[in-house]
């Protein structure tokens, strides 16, 4: 473990300076920087967490241009398959160097262009080969023969987790499930007996969780952690329901008298909102055994709303902060999907070249606002009406992410009386396009122990189709060192 210490911490190294030269290379906004507003407030030590840490993707970067686009997103994860195994016959070479849907690129160099940017790697092992499979062709049911299933898993940790690639953490399956909460008699990912395409004509899997934690998870979690890496648990769906995750955690199974939440080292669910992480938290993380909280999928088209993901992870960042963010790998969440044609993906893939998309251009602005060292800011703020808010501290800046109505509003901040003899600046930010509003229309001033910020939000709001409409921006409060504007 010390070895995969030591190069977990140049990853994390590396993704600083690549922070820093993407932030040098991609300038959204003009805002200089200043000294701090909180002396130690965030001291830039080993424990000292970036909104990059929270940041990941579905799918890998395929170009050096490509790595500095999530660079300059913040995006520090990838996430993707590795096979195809064995997909035509048992006995055949066992092949896991390729990745992709439809196993269609090759794996090596992509986990290796990724540990050199400092960018780290999630493979997911899945799925049953046809011939294995429970249900005659499908390969999201259980297999037959649980030992071909552990040699395509032994051979993945076995390579993955040494050199050169020295990988960590390993995904088990993708969203397996029985009948979900939201509806379908079975989880789109994990079929058994009865299994229809057609919903009326499908009727429950009752052996779901018992298949599943008996003949896949289990058996794989074990050769996982025989390689001393961590299992990472495949990602539960949000139709599914969280009462029901909990009784899927806490199953003990009969035939092998364990349960599998003593077999997950990272809790993971898909596309729930940051509040739905906090009964797993309190439940599992908090006292153990689980060591996080990830979420392998979010986005997807609840990226057509613009605000989505920058208010999703600034709300991530504030949650994670009270909650013991003690491991930069602790939280993660990886969005579904970086790349495509649909204008709400982060980037438009071309041709001719990639651009971002309005959702791509929020993370830039967000790394760069709140790119610093971060720390929990808990004093009180008082909003007019037509306002919401939530802040931390970033480096050397307070920096509070308003959600507003038009016209002029205002934000009282306690606890800053200590910077009533200084000078003190604020900076409204645009939250997708990173423009800075003209200094006539932010104002600060002092209200006995209170520091009043009003700011004029402008009439065309950046999330019009919302409903009620709204503007997201960045209230940045930092000093300022005489002479800079």
């Given amino acids: 473990m010390d070895r995969m210490k030591s190069r977990a911490g140049r990853r994390r190294a590396l993704r600083t300076l690549a922070a820093l030269a993407a932030g040098a290379a991609a300038p959204l906004s003009n805002i200089r920087p200043a000294v701090a ?52 016959r048992p006995g055949e070479v066992m092949r896991i160097d390729k990745t992709g849907p439809a196993y269609d690129s090759d794996l090596p160099p992509v ?21 294995n499979a429970s249900v005659p062709g499908d390969s999201k049911s259980a297999p037959v023969d649980v030992d071909a299933w552990k040699h395509y ?11 050169p690639y020295n990988l960590r953490y390993f995904q088990i399956w993708n969203e397996a499930a029985g009948k979900l909460s939201g509806g379908l008699p079975q989880a789109t990912f994990w079929h058994g007996p009865d299994f229809s395409t057609d919903e009326k004509r499908a009727k429950p899997y009752e052996r779901a969780m018992q298949d599943y934690v008996e003949r896949i998870h289990i058996p794989a979690a074990r050769i996982i952690r025989s390689y001393h890496a961590y299992v990472v648990y495949g990602g539960w769906p949000d139709q599914g329901g969280l009462d029901n995750f909990q009784r899927w955690l806490e199953y003990r199974s009969p035939a092998l008298n364990e349960r599998m939440l003593d077999w997950v080292d990272y809790i993971d669910t898909h596309y729930l909102p940051v509040a739905d992480m906090e009964p797993l938290y309190q439940q599992y993380v908090k006292n153990g055994p689980a060591r996080g909280i990830w979420q392998t999928e979010i986005g997807n088209e609840y990226m057509k709303d613009p605000h989505y993901l920058p208010r999703y ?7 994670a902060l009270g909650r013991n963010w003690d491991d930069p790998d602790k939280y993660l969440s990886m969005i579904y999907h970086w790349d495509g044609y649909e ?61 507003s109505s038009a016209g002029w509003q205002s934000i009282a901040i306690g606890g800053l009386q200590a910077l009533r003899s200084r000078a003190v600046k604020a900076d409204f930010i645009d939250a997708l396009s990173g423009e800075a509003s003209a200094p006539g229309n932010v104002a600060l001033g002092w209200d006995n122990d209170l520091m009043q910020v009003r700011f004029k939000v402008p009439g ?16 940045v409060v930092r000093r300022v060192t005489r002479g800079v504007a």
């Fill in 37 to 88: 507003l909180i002396p130690a407030a965030a001291p830039a030590s080993a424990r000292a967490r970036r909104i990059t840490d929270l940041i990941g993707t579905n799918g890998w970067a395929g170009s050096a241009a490509d790595i500095q686009m999530w660079q300059a997103m913040g995006i520090s994860w990838g996430r993707g398959e590795v096979g195809p195994g064995q997909p035509e």
């Fill in 111 to 131: 986990l290796m262009r990724n540990e050199r940017n400092g960018i780290g790697s999630l493979l997911l092992l899945g799925f049953t080969p046809g011939w």
């Fill in 153 to 163: 898993v032994d051979a993945v940790v076995r390579k993955y987790s040494g050199p």
């Fill in 313 to 319: 992870f600034f709300d991530f960042a504030v949650w």
């Fill in 343 to 403: 204008p709400f993906r982060l980037t438009h893939r071309g041709p001719p070249e990639r651009t971002y998309n309005v959702s791509g251009r929020s993370l830039v602005v967000l790394r760069q606002t709140a790119g610093g060292h971060l720390a929990s800011f808990s004093k009180p703020l008082q909003v007019s009406p037509g306002v919401a808010a939530n802040a931390l501290l970033s480096g050397n800046d307070l920096v509070i992410q308003v959600s």
């Fill in 460 to 475: 065309q709001l950046n999330g019009a189709g919302n409903n009620p409409p709204r503007h997201l921006a960045y209230l």
